[in-house]
């Protein structure tokens, strides 16, 4: 009975207090909530008050916000970089050259060449990032004057490319995904390196423009690429442009194994046409003349793994039919 | 030929020798005298510092040889004409209308070759023609070429095809397709080969023999249309044949090797300096010494700046320009 009446006892009192538990933990939860917002408040107030000085490929300081909200890129390249690192979400706008991934497509569009400064201004970007030889330095100067840093990245090897996402992963406040992609890529291009490749590496030419003839000089990407690959860039010389024109006679002595700047019947209609002397160089002799994705080529992005898939394939390939 | 001319003409095929021979040495292959010797001896194609030799050294030199002849005549041509020592090839607009025909192929079409014709040379050809046209028949009035009219023709015309050339070059959808305009823009003798030689040869040689029946007129004229007329000179007769000559040699230089800048303006001047303004064998020594004049400074050009050269244009206006103000300073050139 006593105990019947303990029981009854403590239940009023629980009934008595549970009502005014129930009431009040929305209150506590708030208080809670408050006090945790107030402490990313203060975080990102603290966080916001200390802007990032950074330098860039090129040597250029900037500064920039801790965590950037409002990105773009004035490069092709550029973007598949942002788009494989960035939140999609703070991009604001892309270039008429940026088709690549297809979620670009529906940015709004900023003229690269020539810079609609204008356009760009009005979107008012934390950073903008490009890409070297791609911005003139007079519109990056510009930019900045206006206040708008722009961040220049230098690509000549895959690793460049590698640290380039990590650098970008930092800035934008997401190391995680950048490391994430990172580890994968290196991953893959270590795994390519363990296949077979030709006792001797094959020298590719590969050819950018046909009147005058440009191709991939020795201080570009397509070197490390091709070495990659498992071949090398017939192009040992160094020259100052990146994509030096070349004399018939030249390519003539470079005599490459490879030649990569459009299918066999293609060139054979239109450059072995125009340069029939060329016909002697080894590449068209064995028919090892091949057409390639113009992006994966041309681009230096996150997709280098797959443009050295396709290059090591070329390499490997049987001669054109 | 003058006893005065006769040195001359000699110096410059001696010197048109020293530089061929020189021309066959710089390449990518190394080749001395005896290889060059040999191989022009007994060519074998199937070496291939012999092919680069007689199939790329050598067309690239006579192309070199003809362009600079033919401009500097027709530069001789279109002063004679217009009785203005400013006067050029470019005058009536061949090399702007040249430029607009070739953009107009690198820019519009996607494919440059078709049924095996390379395109741009023929669309240069046909640009130089009609925009000559249009400015003679701009600066004519009853079928008599009015030279004043003709110049002012020229320059307006000149402005519209560089306008519309640019304008096209500035949409140019891709980089290489800007730098092939801006790297023919500039001139270059880096396409020639046997199979396109024969054209300017036969323009040249056509000119050349024509205008040893007219030598005299033409001398006349430069003296002025009103003495020319009074010595008995068909002055608007003789006028039509010089426009017409001077527009095909300069059309066929400019489909061929870009519009290569200075040449046309600066031999003629040099010829009468050295030859007097009325010397018979003035337009044969005006060819020679712009034969030499474009060779000397496509060597140049390929010396500077190997493998592929600089524009031959830049070479003529940097090396030739500072040369012909000297020659201006001195005070004693017969304009």
Known sequence: MRLYNRRRAYLCAMSRLLPSVFFSLPLLFLFAACQSNDKSAATATATAAAPQHVTDDLGHQLTIPARPRRIMSLAASMTEMLYAVADTATIVARTQVCDYPRAALRKPVISSYPLDLEGLVALHPDVVFTVEGITSLDDIARLEKLGIPVYCQRYTTAADILRGLTDLGRLLGRPVQARKLTDSLQVELQAMQQLPRPSRPPAVLAITWQDPIYVYGENTLFTDKIRLAGGQNAVTEHFAQPYPALTREYILKLNPDVLIGGSFGKLDSTFFKNYPELKRIKAYQNRRVYGITGDLMERPSPRVVESVRELQRLIGAPPAP | MSRRAFPWILASLSLMLVLVVLGLRIGSFATDYAFIGRTLLNYNPDDPAQLALVQLRLPRIVMALLAGGGLAVSGYLMQAMVNNALADPYLLGTASGASLGAILCFSLLSNLTVAGIY????????????????????????????????????????????????????????????????????????????????????????????????????????????????????????RWILVVTAATLTGCVVALCGPVGFVGLMVPHLTRWLLGVTGKANLLFCALLGADFLLGCDLLARLLYPPAGLPVGLITALFGVPFFVYLLRKKRVAL
Request: no cysteine; hydrophobic share 55%; proline share 4%.
């Open chain 2, 119 to 238: 395109l741009p040379p023929l669309a240069a050809l046909v640009g130089a023609l009609l925009t000559t046209l249009l400015v003679v028949a701009l600066g004519s009035q009853r079928g008599q070429l009015i030279p004043g009219q003709l110049l002012l023709a020229g320059v307006a015309i000149s402005s519209l095809t560089a306008a519309l050339g640019g304008l096209l070059s500035f949409l140019s959808s891709s980089e290489g397709q800007l730098r092939t305009v801006v790297f023919w823009a500039m001139g270059s003798f880096e396409r020639a080969g046997w199979d396109v030689l024969p054209y300017p040869a036969l323009a040249l040689g056509a000119a050349l023999l024509l205008l040893v029946f007219l030598q005299k007129d033409l001398n006349v004229l430069l003296l002025g249309e009103e003495r020319a007329q009074t010595l008995g000179v068909q002055v608007a007769r003789t």
